[in-house]
T-cell receptor, first 112, second 114 residues
Framework: NAGVTQTPKFQVLKTGQSMTLQCAQDMNHNSMYWYRQDPGMGLRLIYYSASEGTTDKGEVPNGYNVSRLNKREFSLRLESAAPSQTSVYFC???????????FGQGTRLTVV | AQSVTQPDIHITVSEGASLELRCNYS??????LFWYVQSPGQGLQLLLKYFSGDTLVQGIKGFEAEFKRSQSSFNLRKPSVHWSDAAEYFC????????????FGTGTRLKVLA
């Protein structure tokens, strides 16, 4: 099983450019998440989707949009990238209440 | 506010020594609790989890954690550290009702001396 797959693994953007981070899971999980990881700050939740067709804001949603395209895929879009969005982005998924989250390998994004 | 505190940003231990990483949470009821490990350039891998029952939880790679309700703590332990345990460790919890969110601590980076 591939688990949670994120693309791309690395990306450099110029300020003001847009891009979409892709995430797909093959575990038939209901819930999916986007986190960003910054040094000394742990993981902070950007958006999550409890089930197909629903999305909710997390701690740091400003500057991002998401789409739960179907049960497998949950994409994160930066409409106008800013240097403050330089970070490592992780997608995760979870099946049910008494289960843990499974993480992708991350996307390292640099905005110059 | 709900939060997870990992008071040690960096810990250095010698190979073969014992290890304890601290984690405290702020939440009104007993949450679901997790420890994840992250090797450089990698995603997060689950070490162990606590949902209910026995407060001493065994995980992979020889790790264990003990849930102490009275102290709101879920400390991670290993009796003998190996050089390959060098990584960053994250404690996390998820409330048992009302939200699907996982709350993460800021992490503890472990260095192992040969």
């Amino acid at each position: 099983n591939a688990g949670v797959t994120q693309t791309p693994k690395f990306q450099v953007l110029k300020t003001g450019q847009s891009m979409t981070l892709q995430c797909a899971q093959d575990m038939n999980h209901n819930s999916m998440y986007w986190y960003r990881q910054d040094p000394g700050m742990g993981l902070r939740l950007i958006y999550y989707s409890a089930s197909e067709g629903t999305t909710d804001k997390g701690e740091v949603p400003n500057g991002y949009n998401v789409s739960r395209l179907n049960k497998r895929e949950f994409s994160l879009r930066l409409e106008s990238a800013a240097p403050s969005q330089t970070s490592v982005y992780f997608c995760a998924s979870r099946q049910g209440a008494n289960t843990e989250a499974f993480f992708g390998q991350g996307t390292r994004l640099t905005v110059v | 506010a709900q939060s997870v505190t990992q008071p040690d940003i960096h810990i250095t231990v010698s190979e073969g020594a014992s290890l304890e990483l601290r984690c405290n949470y702020s939440y009104g009821a007993t949450p679901y609790l997790f420890w994840y490990v992250q090797s450089p350039g990698q995603g997060l891998q689950l070490l162990l989890k606590y949902f209910s029952g026995d407060t001493l939880v065994q995980g992979i790679k020889g790790f264990e954690a003990e849930f102490k309700r009275s102290q709101s703590s879920f400390n991670l332990r290993k009796p003998s550290v190996h050089w390959s345990d060098a990584a960053e460790y994250f404690c996390a919890y998820r409330p048992t009702s009302g939200t699907y969110k996982y709350i993460f601590g800021t992490g503890t980076r472990l260095k192992v001396l040969a």
